[in-house]
């Protein structure tokens, strides 16, 4: 008896816990790292300290065990379901985030191609940090489309005439997490293949992945907390680095090892693969976007029927995962973002380098979420109109 009503009560305080942690929760507009799905950070709570019959959490498991090889194959397995990933694709877990692929995509494919001639498109801050790093490593880059000169407001138009079909690659950043742009199409590169860093689309939506050569992606955005880098890479393009290139950026090393050439970022491929358990349990990509689709839908038309915010981004152009927006003022910017933390909205500030406002709706944010953003939106322009 003593022991059914000691169990009672820490089942009972733990109970209270739970729900205290609940209505703590709040909407988390980080433009990364981000939002997870309740489902999945429940999951891993309940098996933080075991899992499964191991007797160990995942974060003490030895990436060699067979507990650890069946969580990281399931995950490949589960993405390539999701993704409909062809078979003639490698899919790579990996560290160092999507920077650390700026020179990767560099040093594993300039040699495709004799011209060794790498291509870019600079559509924002980080593409326009991946050809730099390229003309940094000495790589034969040109940039052959830009928007810089309008702020970034839009993504550039790349037609087949121009690329230039004797380069190694085109490199692109499909989603601008910055700015708030994406690439409403996929450029038509002919033979020379397509690179694209999808760090703040990926999984959003379904993508055609024969279209591309690589895609790359930080995960802490829509896939999993920081620390975990996919790549997944065509195998015709594998084997083509030189000798010199370090080992842990060769592609082909990763893919020959089943990205466990060292120590992999095994916690995050263990959230990564409850994710993907999620999207699949909804109804996969094609539920996903729909349900992107509803949330962006419903803030860019409240942006749209109004004339206190202002959305710079170019109707075509426009981001179903970062919105933003300003009010034209930056000290009414200043205090959007203070106030709307106070009740609840975090992390709405815009990047440092644009100011205003940005709303990150990942994958994770509840319809819910947005509908108490627009509420405080209005509310907001009604108790501080501008002068």
């Not at 309940?46 to 019959?53: I, K, M, N, S």
């Not at 490199?171 to 860093?197: E, Q, R, S």
Request: proline share 4%; with cysteine.
């Amino acid at each position: 008896m003593a022991f059914r009503k000691d169990f009672s009560n820490t089942f009972s305080r733990w109970l209270a816990h739970q729900l205290e942690v609940f209505m703590n929760r709040v909407y988390n507009f980080s433009a990364g790292p981000s939002m997870l799905p309740m489902p999945v950070l429940e999951k891993a709570a309940a098996e933080l300290v075991c899992y499964g019959t191991s007797g160990m959490s995942v974060m003490e498991m030895s990436h060699r065990s067979p507990d650890y090889e069946a969580i990281i194959q399931k995950a490949e397995a589960d993405l390539r379901a999701i993704m409909n990933i062809p078979d003639n694709y490698k899919v790579l877990f990996l560290q160092g985030g999507a920077s650390t692929q700026f020179s990767s995509v560099a040093l594993n494919l300039i040699n495709r191609s004799p011209s060794k001639k790498a291509l870019y498109a600079v559509s924002g801050q980080f593409s326009g940090k991946a050809y730099k790093e390229a003309l940094k490593m000495g790589i034969n880059a040109k940039c052959i489309a830009t928007t810089k000169d309008d702020n970034f407001d839009h993504v550039p138009t790349i037609t087949k005439d121009m690329v230039d079909q004797d380069a190694s690659y085109l490199h692109i950043c499909f989603n601008n997490t910055i700015y708030g742009t994406k690439f409403g199409y996929i450029p038509d590169c002919g033979d020379v293949p397509l690179v694209a860093d999808m760090s703040s689309c990926i999984i959003s939506e379904p993508v055609d992945v024969t279209k591309f050569g690589v895609i790359y992606a930080g995960a802490q955005k829509n896939m999993a907390p920081a620390g975990l880098t996919l790549v997944i890479v065509r195998e015709d393009l594998l084997g083509l680095a030189d000798d010199t290139v370090p080992t842990m950026l060769d592609w082909k090393t990763m893919a020959d090892n089943d990205s466990m050439y060292n120590t992999p970022p095994c916690y995050a491929i263990y959230m990564a693969g409850l994710v993907y358990d999620w999207i699949s349990s909804i109804g996969g990509l094609e539920v996903m976007k729909e349900m992107n689709e509803k949330k962006a839908k419903l803030l860019y038309d409240y942006l749209d029927s109004q004339n206190y915010y202002v959305a710079p981004v170019k109707a075509d152009s426009r981001s179903m995962m970062n919105v933003t927006f300003v009010t034209g003022d930056a000290e009414l910017d200043k205090k959007f973002a203070k106030d709307a933390a106070a009740a609840g909205l975090k992390n709405l500030k815009g990047h440092r380098s644009v100011g205003g406002m940005r709303a990150s709706i990942y994958n994770a944010m509840p319809y819910e979420g947005v509908e108490a953003l627009v509420a405080f939106m209005k509310k907001f322009a009604q108790e501080n109109p501008k002068e």
